[in-house]
């Protein structure tokens, strides 16, 4: 785990431990209330800057040395020890996008947006609040507790068919859809479609991004049921 990624996670532990549960039960994401890349950027940086802010119940600090204080106390694995970071927040520049009004933006649309990384079950990086309703778990249960859509969501009949389209879009650069069953929390199942692109450094695919849209709950409203991809289409 990099040292960007592990400040992320010592963060949402930090928070978790404060209320007394584990992190993937969280009822918040962190990017709802602040962009993860201005506390990536500050672990980075070397400076001795601090970048504070608010989450739900509690006050936030994170140091440039990658020391975490909830509500004044500092937060050590298993352990919390009361402490102090300086009196002066010295927060990062602010991205030239609003990352919370992008994150109110997903949390609105009728799907789930999310970014994956590019490799074997595609682990999460992003994922936009209006999973819970999709999936029946947290976001953070995918960012860092270990649900994985790959190997946890996707029917395992529906898995090759995912992945060759997946494959297809990374080899000629281009955009997929494909629609395959979903596996909730609650092992009910959900037809759902994926529309994606996958993301480049260079020639080498990184990341893939893209839109999940529920076709239970459009094809409910429009009266019908589904058992196959064919049926699932809901222009179909």
């Given amino acids: 785990m990099s040292r960007s990624n592990e400040i992320i996670y010592k963060v949402v532990a930090a928070?978790?431990?404060?209320?007394?549960?584990?992190?993937?039960?969280?009822?918040?994401?962190?990017?709802?209330?602040?962009?993860?890349?201005?506390?990536?950027?500050?672990?980075?940086?070397?400076?001795?800057?601090?970048?504070?802010?608010?989450?739900?119940?509690?006050?936030?600090?994170?140091?440039?040395?990658?020391?975490v204080f909830v509500d004044g106390v500092?937060?050590?694995?298993?352990?919390?020890?009361?402490?102090?970071?300086?009196?002066?927040?010295?927060?990062?520049?602010?991205?030239?996008?609003?990352?919370?009004?992008?994150?109110?933006?997903?949390?609105?649309?009728?799907?789930?947006v999310y970014q994956s990384r590019n490799e074997e079950g595609w682990p999460i990086e992003f994922i936009s609040g209006n999973c819970r309703d999709l999936t029946g778990y947290e976001p953070n249960a995918f960012v860092i507790g270990g649900v994985n859509f790959g190997f946890d969501l996707i029917h395992p009949d529906d898995c090759d068919r995912v992945g060759e389209a997946v494959d297809e879009a990374i080899e000629t650069e281009s955009p997929f859809s494909v629609m395959y069953r979903l596996q909730r929390a609650d092992s009910t199942e959900r037809w759902v479609l994926e529309i994606g692109m996958p993301l480049f450094d260079g020639t080498e695919p990184?990341?893939?991004?893209?839109?999940?849209?529920?076709?239970?709950?459009?094809?409910?409203?429009?009266?019908?049921?589904?058992?196959?991809?064919?049926?699932?289409?809901?222009?179909?």
């Avoid at 990017?31 to 504070?52: F, H, N």
């Avoid at 459009?218 to 019908?224: I, L």
């Fill in 15 to 67: 928070l978790a431990a404060a209320d007394g549960t584990d992190p993937g039960s969280l009822e918040y994401t962190l990017a709802d209330y602040v962009d993860p890349t201005m506390i990536e950027r500050l672990v980075m940086s070397e400076t001795t800057s601090e970048l504070s802010f608010e989450v739900p119940g509690h006050n936030v600090t994170v140091t440039a040395d990658s020391n």
């Fill in 74 to 112: 500092k937060y050590r694995a298993g352990t919390q020890s009361r402490g102090a970071s300086g009196e002066q927040t010295i927060a990062s520049p602010p991205a030239p996008e609003n990352p919370l009004q992008l994150q109110r933006f997903f949390a609105n649309l009728p799907c789930t």
């Fill in 206 to 236: 990184l990341s893939i991004v893209g839109a999940i849209v529920d076709l239970s709950e459009v094809n409910r409203k429009q009266g019908q049921s589904i058992s196959s991809p064919e049926q699932a289409n809901p222009s179909g």
